[in-house]
């Protein structure tokens, strides 16, 4: 039997470790890119969250908008409350829609739950009330609905499908600050207590005020906002009357 000689053995090749270099350097340029774009489209949502419930709850007392001194992260933080629980089913979806066709029933299980628990907690510490719970949790439901319809195939082939996926995302994201907005300003607009109380110059002239010497004691407002340099009060139960005093006219004030 003839024996063939073994060649000489192959060197790897001193280009493979650059090779390596190079692909970890690409991913990483890749990872960072995506992960900028995704911060930025966050803040970008979180901001115009914020703003519509702003604008939503100062509009439905008449006050101007413009003129509350609201600072960009004031406007972001009220934007993360407004989305707080569809970013907490988001998450968790998201690394979860490969599975949804394999398993179905977990996926159903794992949305409906995530939204009782956020929804026993937001009660238990008083995050929201009991209405925003309702239109919070009917939020994180519909978007289960729709990651669940995409793994069934909806908006896969079809561009008018994905259309209409990307319409009811943006009408979520308009809707929902909008309607806390209003939520929250009707509840203060039927407040029919307040612990509120104001003490001013004589010359002030709200309506409603108690007179002693030259001061004058106010318990009937509910604070709507206080700004660096004013008060913004509603009279109580008379959501059409807003006041605005400025803080140099103010000689006391309990919360």
Same mark, same amino acid.
């Given at each position: 039997?003839?024996?063939?000689?073994?060649? #000489?053995?192959?060197?790897?090749?001193?280009?493979?470790?650059?090779?390596?270099?190079?692909?970890?350097?690409?991913?990483?340029?890749?990872?960072?890119?995506? +992960?900028?774009?995704?911060?930025? @489209?966050?803040?970008?949502?979180?901001?115009?969250?914020?703003?519509?419930?702003?604008?939503?709850?100062?509009?439905?007392?008449?006050?101007?908008?413009?003129?509350?001194?609201?600072?960009?992260?004031?406007?972001?933080?009220?934007?993360?409350?407004?989305?707080?629980?569809?970013?907490?089913?988001? @998450?968790?979806?998201? =690394?979860?829609?490969?599975?949804?066709?394999?398993?179905? /029933?977990?996926?159903?299980? @794992?949305?409906?739950?995530?939204?009782?628990?956020? +929804?026993?907690?937001? /009660?238990?510490?008083?995050?929201?009330?009991?209405?925003?719970?309702?239109?919070?949790?009917?939020?994180?439901?519909?978007?289960?609905?729709?990651?669940?319809?995409?793994?069934?195939? =909806?908006?896969?082939?079809?561009?008018?499908?994905?259309?209409?996926?990307?319409?009811?995302?943006?009408?979520?994201?308009?809707?929902? #600050?909008?309607?806390?907005?209003?939520?929250?300003?009707?509840?203060?607009?039927?407040?029919?207590?307040?612990?509120?109380?104001?003490?001013?110059?004589?010359?002030?002239?709200?309506?409603?005020?108690?007179?002693?010497?030259?001061?004058?004691?106010?318990?009937? =407002?509910?604070?709507?906002?206080?700004?660096?340099?004013?008060?913004?009060?509603?009279?109580?139960?008379?959501?059409?009357?807003?006041?605005?005093?400025?803080?140099?006219?103010?000689?006391?004030?309990?919360?």
């Amino acid at each position: 039997m003839a024996v063939r000689p073994l060649g #000489p053995a192959s060197e790897p090749s001193s280009n493979e470790p650059a090779l390596d270099v190079e692909l970890f350097a690409t991913a990483i340029s890749w990872v960072s890119l995506a +992960a900028v774009r995704i911060v930025l @489209l966050g803040a970008a949502g979180f901001f115009l969250a914020g703003w519509l419930y702003l604008t939503a709850f100062f509009s439905f007392f008449h006050m101007p908008v413009l003129g509350m001194e609201i600072s960009p992260s004031e406007i972001l933080l009220q934007g993360v409350h407004s989305l707080l629980f569809p970013i907490a089913v988001v @998450l968790p979806v998201f =690394f979860l829609r490969v599975y949804a066709r394999r398993l179905m /029933l977990t996926f159903v299980l @794992l949305v409906a739950g995530s939204a009782a628990l956020l +929804a026993l907690l937001a /009660l238990a510490f008083r995050w929201y009330s009991a209405t925003d719970v309702i239109v919070q949790t009917a939020a994180v439901l519909w978007i289960g609905l729709a990651v669940l319809a995409m793994q069934q195939g =909806f908006g896969r082939d079809s561009r008018y499908h994905r259309l209409i996926l990307s319409a009811a995302a943006l009408l979520l994201l308009i809707s929902l #600050p909008t309607a806390f907005g209003i939520i929250d300003a009707g509840q203060q607009a039927t407040a029919t207590r307040t612990h509120f109380v104001l003490t001013t110059n004589a010359n002030v002239g709200l309506p409603g005020g108690t007179t002693s010497g030259n001061t004058v004691e106010y318990r009937n =407002f509910v604070l709507l906002r206080e700004t660096p340099t004013r008060y913004w009060m509603m009279r109580l139960g008379l959501a059409t009357d807003v006041y605005s005093v400025a803080k140099d006219q103010v000689l006391y004030v309990r919360y």
